[in-house]
């Protein structure tokens, strides 16, 4: 049996190190081979894609403005700036506008690519004619030159972008088997899988279910009582009892609000520098009640723009404004106060822009943007919005920056109910939003800096998304022209983050990007029916994430087959569901969850967990938090986003596992899998000491065979019982774990002599501590079902 | 097993490669490699199609020793006689030019110009200026490219050292050694391709500060984040098994788990979870190939003495020097060391002088260290800071004492190695130590050079994230080809 474990993992081994190694001496012949390096004129996508066929009819939104976008408007786009030979192909009339010196010519004549400029120059194999142009590092394949002249001979017809265009609401699809669909969702998912010649995937099991929407809706593991009562659940409703149950409970809040802390970039300090820290956590509990109080989204969003400018405006609507006030701030003894004071305009200008709007209007701060209907004056006229408050660029040791507010702890016990504030704590300044500087002219900044001075503008916005007209001429104006029935760009955006939250990938993959340069959504009539029925439900939040995980869609196997692998590798048709992997805090949390030890407790001050020694230390400067205190009890084993977060030295376990610097706003995570994971994994002491207590609480437990105790740890890490196979792996690994037992071995539990008091023996202490390791370790153990 | 295996080479090996990210090979080499990939699939690969390298590369790996603070050109490298001579005499105006000040001496109502407290004398076959603070990197100079016209855009710490290694000012953009790490992959299979060490100078008690995000990754993956090598019993972190458990019994259980995630793989079809297979066995081998390259215990005492008396001591610079020649002798791409301790508004000659020392004999060391063992040729070292420091004394000047501030306008780096000539001085500034007056080189000139050293067309490698195409050097910078041999 060794033996054949042995030849099991040498099989393996060999598997990973024959491609190494031919990898290596693929770049090692390359490195000797100069003729290798002769050929850099490699188009920026390869001339690889060209078996891939031309359709019959050309889509100009599809398939041709993602080529002239990204190989063309650099030069002939929105930037007049750097506009070439007087074309823009951006707009319908400059590409179809006369060109040239004396007007006698035409980039594009729809229907005859001989008269084509357009198509003349990107065919030729003139490289001094050739578009782009060689200097450019930019070219188009074959395929790309293909749909480019197709086009102009399918008679060039013009769509304006569809993210600029009100959404409309489509019928439902009418699908053929009526049985496949539970609600809307599904229709649309069905009909566009049928057009892929793919078919929708069973339903996944429940135990499978049960975990994912309890990690999609809270965050955190379901327990075994929660699996076991939905298991034997019959109702045709058991799951949607579950998901309502979810909704309700205030782990919801807590999970949502993680992710409003990426796009919020919420910290425990100020950033730059000796990164001082700061109060913001009052702030992070109103997000929390107001996800559980199902806040309508319209709302959520105004209080924490324009909070402050509301007629009579309370002061959760000021609290609330706190959210544009989490930028960071320098303290740098010498910095220029303007230079850093204008960064942080910038920044909410970003934030709000990136998060709310889905566009990459930072592109337009030193030059008109190159890709999307921006200029730099609706830049700087968006930036106007946030360019009025009466704050410092540098702030001093100790200092509060202003704007801010006093909350006391006689206000948190009635208007501000939410704010778990201390007993220890007396009371605390949070940073809010204010207009205290009204008088503050705001002018384009010439290349985006500081003290360049260009003409002076007036607030408003991108005018492709919705001018600015009749609106109130300050944040709160801006509030409202988000939720404004013809802003084409606000709902979709929300629906499609809400969306990516669920299902992993939104229906825009660029969940930051609507523009031109952002993908196209893969299912257009669904998201807009998403966004349109999200306004015309009120914003309701729990909503409109009920509708997508009570859909077939959301509730299928992630099992997945070659030939969906091969049809769809990325999952973009949801043919499955895919197999997602818990997020930094989730692993965490789950952790502490199924071990007993995570302290339900919600809101208040960011606590200090375990951190390995030494590293705010050893890059200090001696000012400010210097050391990190780790702290004790309770604290230890709070939710994962009250962890202290340090901007310059944030928690190491949670970068590693992809969380966010919050050093900006961030809407997407990556996911990645690296051997620092895989280290964090077997060997951080808060999982370690998980692991152990989880053993330690079994072996308390009743009596049962060694087959059962596996069952159970197993089963609360993975929210399943493992098969006969797996349970002879573990047991078989548990009795070698136990025979390894001698002093040598750490048990790392607090009560290790009352365990032994009780007799249970120490070998059995550390055998099932190595097996729940073990189990945490699983690929399984860290993905959501 | 058979099955699982035929299965990964017939549907995932593309994917797989791709996902491994042991970054052993360009992406791009790795899918042409790969019979099964079709070729529509391989062109998903943000980095096909880039032909990294674009040419031949001089450097294959990097020593970046960077001087966190400010080093002061003055008492250094850039010997200026005329602010002897004009010793307390303010700066003119015609000289100054209307350059910005920090908050720190714009209140100042006198500039005296100050001259450096040390001699200088001139050195080796290239008969470069050395000042009487740095003897062993003086003995060296033959070696060494200098560039005294070094300029950059910040005249703040955090965001002049961000914009050296990030190409940008404001936080967010991947630092060198992840760009090298993503474009170029690893030369080896057991050590990240990136790695960081830190170290605290003796010049200034309280040094400025350093922060994570300054090796960060950015927009990358992950994978190209730097990895950084501590002093101490767990020398990158979470590397130390559980005290008491055995090498085998730690081998036992991955064996264990890889069976088990292999059956999930079976039943789900998950490419993901063969890299995660794969990150276990980095992991693995990480628990030995770290300490082992960490444990200098093999090193002899001529080496060590050579290094200097710090070299012993875990976590100094000259420690840290070491580790770093051990680290590319291991082929590891990107070492990228932080002294800290280089700020010296004030006090600057008695703190100056201890600073130098720290890294004096450890700089040299390392280099001649490198070239005896052939290292050198295809390793570059790059010394230097964020800025220089103002040619006026910070605060009051007396006889004995003086400091100055941050000066973005012209510094001095050197480089040896990978491909830059040595024994060449590059550059010029005025004699008053302020302006440049010949061969300006910019941050992101720099940047452009030392990529093009390690074969990469600065304007062709980028990466596009959120609709644009970023590269290390922005919209900006060119090669500087006098500085290649």
């Known amino acids: ?785 | 097993m058979e099955e699982i295996t035929k299965h990964f080479l017939n549907n995932n090996r593309r994917q797989f490669l791709k996902k491994l990210g042991l970054g052993i090979g360009g992406l791009a080499a790795a899918s042409m490699l790969d019979p099964f990939s079709s070729i529509v699939e391989a062109a998903d690969s943000p980095l096909a199609g880039m032909n990294l390298p674009h040419f031949a590369p001089k450097a294959k790996r990097v020593i970046y020793l960077f001087q966190s603070g400010g080093p002061s050109q003055l008492e250094l490298f850039d010997y200026k006689p005329l602010l002897t001579k004009m010793r307390g005499q303010e700066l003119p105006d015609s000289v100054r030019k209307g350059q910005r000040l920090t908050g720190m001496t714009s209140g100042q109502d006198s500039f005296p110009l100050v001259g450096s407290h040390f001699n200088f004398k001139q050195y080796g076959e290239s008969r470069a200026w050395v000042s009487d603070l740095m003897p062993f990197t003086a003995k060296i100079v033959d070696e060494l490219c200098f560039v005294k016209s070094m300029h950059t855009e910040a005249i703040n710490h955090d965001p002049a050292i961000t914009f050296f290694q990030t190409g940008s000012q404001q936080a967010g953009r991947p630092s060198i050694g992840s760009w090298m790490s993503y474009g170029l992959g690893s030369l080896n299979e057991n050590l990240p391709t990136f790695t960081v060490l830190l170290s605290r100078g003796t010049g200034r008690a309280l040094a400025q500060p350093l922060y994570s995000r300054l090796w960060g990754n950015g927009f990358l993956s992950s994978l190209h984040q730097g990895v950084q090598f501590r002093s101490g019993k767990d020398p990158v972190l979470y590397l130390k098994d559980p005290e008491g458990m055995t090498r085998s019994e730690r081998r036992k259980m991955l064996d264990h788990i890889s069976e088990l995630n292999a059956k999930q793989e079976q039943e789900f079809g998950d490419p993901e979870i063969n890299s995660r297979i794969a990150q276990y066995e980095m992991a693995y081998r990480m628990q030995t190939s770290v300490p082992d390259t960490m444990d200098i215990e093999g090193e002899p005492d001529h080496i060590l003495q050579m290094y200097g008396s710090d070299a012993a001591i875990p976590g100094t610079y000259a420690a840290n020097c070491l580790l770093a020649r051990r680290l590319v002798e291991k082929d590891v791409r990107f070492v990228q060391l932080y002294h800290m301790g280089w700020d010296q508004h004030d006090n600057l000659p008695a703190h100056i002088k201890k600073q130098a020392k720290d890294i004096d004999q450890a700089t040299a060391a390392l280099i001649m260290d490198l070239k005896q063992r052939g290292l050198l040729e295809d390793t570059l070292v790059v010394w230097g800071g964020e800025f220089g420091r103002t040619n006026y004394s910070q605060g009051t000047l007396t006889d004995t004492n003086y400091g100055r501030d941050h000066h973005p306008k012209c510094f001095t780096m050197f480089m040896a190695g990978g491909g830059v000539k040595p024994g060449f001085t590059y550059g010029e500034t005025d004699d008053f130590g302020y302006n440049i007056v010949k061969d300006p080189v910019h941050v992101h000139d720099l940047q452009a050079t030392m990529m093009h050293l390690m074969g990469v067309d600065h304007t062709k490698f980028t990466y596009k994230h959120q609709g644009r195409r970023f590269r290390l050097t922005d919209v900006a910078g060119h090669v500087v080809n006098d500085l290649i041999s």
Request: negative net charge; contains cysteine; proline residues 5%.
């Open chain 1, 1 to 785: 049996m060794e033996t054949k474990q042995q030849n099991k993992a040498f099989t393996l081994i060999l598997y990973f190190a024959i491609p190494f190694v031919l990898v290596l001496l693929y770049k090692y012949f390359n490195q000797n081979t100069a003729s290798n390096y002769t050929a850099t004129e490699a188009s920026t996508s390869g001339d690889i894609a060209l078996v891939q066929e031309v359709p019959d009819t050309v889509d100009y939104i599809f398939d041709v403005k993602p080529i002239l976008s990204d190989r063309c408007y650099l030069c002939h786009g929105p930037d007049e700036g750097t506009r070439e030979a007087n074309l823009r192909l951006d707009t319908k009339a400059g590409a179809y506008a006369a060109i040239g010196a004396n007007l006698d010519y035409f980039a594009i004549v729809p229907g005859d690519t001989i008269a084509s400029v357009m198509a003349n120059r990107i065919n030729t194999t003139d490289l001094v004619k050739i578009m782009p142009p060689v200097d450019s590092n930019l070219s188009l394949n074959a395929y790309e030159k293909k749909v480019l002249t197709k086009w102009i001979a399918q008679g060039a017809t013009w769509k304006d972008h569809w993210a600029f265009i009100v959404p409309e609401k489509s019928n439902i699809p009418k699908v053929a088997n009526a049985s496949l669909p539970v609600n809307e969702i599904d229709n649309f998912i069905l009909i566009k899988l049928k057009q892929q010649n793919l078919t929708p995937s069973e339903r996944a099991s429940k135990e499978k279910l049960i975990r994912r929407v309890y990690f999609d809706l809270t965050g955190l593991p379901p327990t075994l009582e929660a699996v076991d009562a939905f298991l034997n659940d019959n109702n045709p409703n058991a799951y949607e009892t579950v998901v309502d149950q979810l909704l309700a409970s205030k782990s919801y809040g807590e999970h949502m609000t993680t992710n409003w802390l990426d796009i919020a970039r919420y910290s425990d300090t100020h950033g730059y520098q000796d990164d001082l820290e700061r109060v913001m956590w009052p702030w992070r509990d109103w997000v929390i009640s107001a996800f559980n109080r199902n806040m309508p989204y319209d709302q959520f969003v105004k209080w924490q723009l324009a909070g402050d400018l509301m007629p009579d405006a309370t002061l959760e609507q000021i609290v609330a404004t706190g959210f544009n006030r989490n930028h960071k701030i320098t303290q740098e003894g010498g910095v220029i106060d303007e230079e850093y004071r204008v960064e942080y305009v910038l920044d909410r200008t970003n934030t709000v822009s990136k998060s709310l709007l889905g566009l990459t209007m930072e592109c337009a701060q030193c030059h008109d943007h190159k890709y999307d209907p921006i200029s730099q004056k609706e830049y700087f006229s968006f930036y106007g919005f946030f360019n009025k408050v009466k704050e410092k660029g540098r702030m001093d040791y100790g200092e509060i920056p202003e704007p801010n507010i006093k909350i006391t702890k006689a206000q948190t016990k009635e208007l501000l109910n939410f704010i778990n504030m201390p007993d220890s704590i007396p009371e605390v300044n949070l940073m809010v939003m204010r207009d205290d500087a009204p008088n503050r002219k705001t002018f384009v900044l010439k290349r985006g800096a500081y003290d360049a001075h260009g003409d002076e503008v007036n607030v408003g916005t991108p005018a492709a998304v919705l001018p600015f007209d009749n609106f109130e001429k300050n944040r709160l104006g801006l509030a409202n022209w988000l939720f404004d029935d013809k802003n084409t760009l606000t709902a979709r955006v929300a629906v499609n983050r809400l969306w990516q939250q669920i299902f992993g990938t939104g229906i825009v993959a660029s969940t930051s990007d609507f523009g031109n340069q952002g993908a196209l959504p893969s299912h257009p009539e669904l998201l807009d029916w998403l966004a349109i029925t999200f306004r015309e439900e009120g914003w309701d939040m729990k909503k409109m994430i009920k509708r997508m995980v009570l859909s077939n869609t959301y509730q299928q196997t992630t099992k997945t087959t070659p030939e969906q692998l091969e049809i769809d590798p990325y999952n973009k048709w949801l043919a499955r569901s895919s197999r997602h992997k818990l997020t930094a805090e989730m692993i965490r949390d789950n952790a502490l969850a199924v071990s007993g030890l995570l302290i339900d407790k919600i809101g208040g001050p960011s606590v200090k967990p375990y951190q390995p020694k030494g590293l705010w230390a050893e890059t200090t400067s001696g000012q400010g938090l210097t050391e990190y205190i780790m702290d004790t009890g309770d604290n230890l084993y709070r939710r994962s986003l009250y962890t202290f977060w340090k901007r310059t030295v944030p928690p190491p376990a949670m970068l590693t596992f992809d969380a966010a610097t919050r050093n900006f706003c961030m809407v997407e995570r990556q996911k990645t899998s690296t051997p620092l994971q895989a280290l964090v994994m077997l060997n951080d002491p808060q999982l370690i000491e998980a692991a152990s207590t989880l053993a330690a609480d079994v072996l308390q437990g009743e009596t049962i065979s060694d087959e059962a105790r596996v069952e159970t740890i197993f089963r609360k890490i993975t929210s399943r019982l493992p098969d006969a196979s797996e349970l002879e792996n573990l047991v078989r690994f548990l009795n070698t774990s136990k025979a390894e037992y001698d002093e040598t071995k750490i048990i790392v539990l607090e009560n290790k002599d009352a365990l032994i008091a009780k007799g249970i023996t120490e070998d059995n202490l550390y055998g099932y501590s190595v097996l729940t390791s073990l189990i945490f370790n699983l690929d399984e153990a860290i993905v959501k079902g």
